[in-house]
DNA sequence: AATATAAGGTGTATTTATTACACTAAGTAA
DNA sequence: TTACTTAGTGTAATAAATACACCTTATATT
């Protein structure tokens, strides 16, 4: 990494943690680097803001461009700003995350040559990062997990159909920690946001288990009354 | 202000929200901006951060020229990036908010010239405000309201002694609603996280009320426990 | 056809937290 | 002494969270 790079005074980046559900597993999207500095590392997808483009569709842009991904709904989690965080001058980077659903869809396309590919990664398996990359993994992590106990953020993670088995499974990745069956079904089946199928999976090997859809109708008047407290 | 002003490319700025609660009501802290662009407006204290400074360090900074706050512990909440936010040229901004001990703190004054002066402005009372600084606080504001419900923000505003009345009213003033007041009482007093001193209020003209002091070690204790959930 | 396997699916009792609600006690001021 | 103003207190009802174990059902194997 040696090598002589031009050096800039003051330029906004957006990097952004994208979060996938797949085979059990939950992952984000890396990509490799094809520019220096960190040629050929692995790094979030993150690139520079543009001077006439807004942080937020700045954000979209980039991912698209390196991920192919497109129309991803993103939210900002934190803003990185530390002198040193980049080798060739002052950036500060605004961090954005986001939960899509994966549906066997498998390695991404990028659409700019500056990544060299863009690939689905376990989180629990993750390489050495550029940057602060790790830091702002770490704290995208933390803000999902933290979300998720009071918003049905996991509902955007998996397929359309799914058991309440696989829900609680993404659950527990996410919260890093084992949840009991029976009270988790109450709860989730209490909360009235999910419609049950008539249907089963299929496909496996032992008792196919019921299928469920995640109810946004209802979920929108819960979120109403919840934002009414009483007394 | 139609003044002919430098234009400048890209930088990143710092606006701070600084709460305060002092005779029953919540402030922020409002500076008279002394330059172009918006001279003479109220504003957030807010400015430019260097080259060579962290954004944290550089909100330290900022806040502590334009209103001789020192060493005041902010957290970051929201970055604005719009591209019209300034009227001179790109500005992302990066917004802290503070919470702080009023204790009869009275009006501020400012070490650079930059701004005219600083005051206390009660946020049911404010003017019009220079810049996106509505949407900033609005969301600062959120954010603590947010807050409140999962951290005792509420012991940072008040006096180191404080009576149950002042403390519910606080609660009161941030959720922007009416509590009642036995269970509120019986839900802090069970938290455990309450000194009860063996000294009263003074000077007021009926029943003076014990005072109470808040228990940053228990405190610390409880929080370590709800951090592990049950499963 | 019988059996093994693997996950699906279910209920109850206990504890804890939340809510609703109204009167007496104590100190100060006139 | 009286009037005023805030301090301070308890209980019953309801709702939410927790702990805990076995039978059922579909598939695969012999």
Same sequence: chains 1, 2.
């Avoid at 520019?35 to 997808?45: G, I, Q, R, S, T």
């Avoid at 690139?47 to 979209?60: G, K, L, M, R, T």
Wanted: charged residues 30%.
């Amino acid at each position: 990494m040696k090598t002589t790079l031009p050096k800039f005074d003051s330029v906004f980046s957006i990097d952004c943690v994208i979060f996938g559900f797949d085979e059990g597993e939950l992952k984000i999207l890396l990509i490799e680097r094809n520019e220096e500095p960190f040629k050929d590392w692995w790094a979030l997808p993150g690139y520079i803001v543009e001077q006439d483009e807004s942080i937020d569709n700045a954000a979209e842009r980039i991912l698209y461009e390196l991920t192919g991904l497109r129309g991803i709904y993103m939210d900002q989690f934190y803003t990185f700003g530390d002198v040193n965080r980049h080798p060739q001058g002052r950036v500060i980077t605004v961090a954005y995350y986001a939960m899509i659903r994966l549906n066997g869809t498998k390695d991404l396309k990028p659409v700019s040559n500056y990544a060299s590919k863009a690939v689905w990664t376990p989180v629990n398996d993750l390489p050495k990062l550029a940057f602060d990359h790790e830091k702002i993994f770490t704290r995208g992590f933390e803000k999902i997990r933290n979300k998720i106990s009071y918003q049905p953020i996991a509902f955007e993670l998996l397929p359309e159909k799914f058991t309440l088995t696989q829900l609680q499974h993404l659950y527990e990745v996410i919260l890093t920690k084992k949840l009991d069956k029976r009270n988790f079904r109450k709860k989730m089946l209490n909360y009235g946001i999910l419609k049950e199928l008539d249907e089963k999976q299929k496909g496996v090997s032992y008792r196919a288990a019921k299928l469920y859809k995640f109810d946004r109708r209802k979920y929108a008047k819960l979120f109403q009354k919840e934002l009414t407290f009483g007394k």
